[in-house]
């Protein structure tokens, strides 16, 4: 497996190195691992170097130098850091734009309207093929596999947060306000209260006490 391309040659950074507020996590994070088993602890230093690039350039994503940087400070061949960057979905190796759009369209989101919110996320965007950043430098759209919250699919992540029970119009109403600045809260975009039915709890809505003896 060669290293991980991306889609700008330009770009790749010519070095990486891990800032100070990331440098105070790396020792606590490493110290989670028994002696000669740090590199277990390449994910959470794949997750801060993306975060790091998130806070120093706007794109959440993990340049190849820093994969190195990674596999340096951990004692491992950087070909290993590589397998996992490339394996995981949440490990962009290459430049996402501000707002990433993560779109599940496997069985369950699907039955409940994923088609509706990917081709509203295409008409407001410009984007029309999966991993592509729309001309604006807003929005990359990536269709992952399921993430778990199957129970108010269809489900739209962006960047950390879970978008719930989506539909065209919904999608539209978060595009518009992401290109705002202005993020909603995110969740059941129903106002249903966590995995509760729609509509509000149809069960126990009453106070019985039991009659004193």
Same mark, same amino acid.
């Given at each position: 497996?060669s ?10 950074? *010519?070095?990486?190195?891990? *800032? ?6 790396i ?11 740090q590199a ?6 794949? *997750?801060?170097a993306q ?21 340096a400070?951990?004692?491992m ?39 509706e ?12 093929g999966?991993?592509e ?5 807003q929005f990359?759209m990536?269709?992952?596999?399921c ?53 509000g ?13």
């Open positions: 497996m290293a991980p391309e991306t889609a700008d040659t330009h770009a790749e950074p *010519d070095s990486f190195v891990f *800032d100070e507020q990331s440098e105070a996590l020792p606590k994070i490493i110290a989670k691992y028994p002696a000669g088993r277990s602890a390449v994910l959470p230093l794949l *997750d801060l975060r790091q690039m998130k806070r120093a350039t706007g794109s959440a994503w993990v340049p190849r130098v820093a994969m190195d940087t990674i596999a400070r951990l004692g061949a950087p070909i290993r850091v590589y397998e996992v960057a490339t394996f995981y979905l949440m490990f962009n190796t290459r430049p996402v734009g501000k707002w990433h759009l993560q779109l599940c369209t496997t069985t369950p989101c699907w039955l409940r309207g994923s088609d919110v990917v081709a509203t996320c295409r008409r407001i965007t410009g984007i029309k999966w991993g950043t729309s001309e604006d430098g990359t990536t269709e992952v596999e993430v778990g919250a199957c129970v108010n699919a269809p489900i739209l992540q962006v960047n950390d947060d879970f978008y719930e029970d989506m539909d065209a119009a919904k999608t539209e109403a978060l595009l518009e306000a992401l290109k705002r600045n202005e993020p909603p809260k995110p969740g059941s975009m129903a106002g249903r209260q966590t995995s509760a039915p729609e509509g709890p149809t069960t126990l809505t009453t106070l019985h006490l039991a009659p004193e003896s």
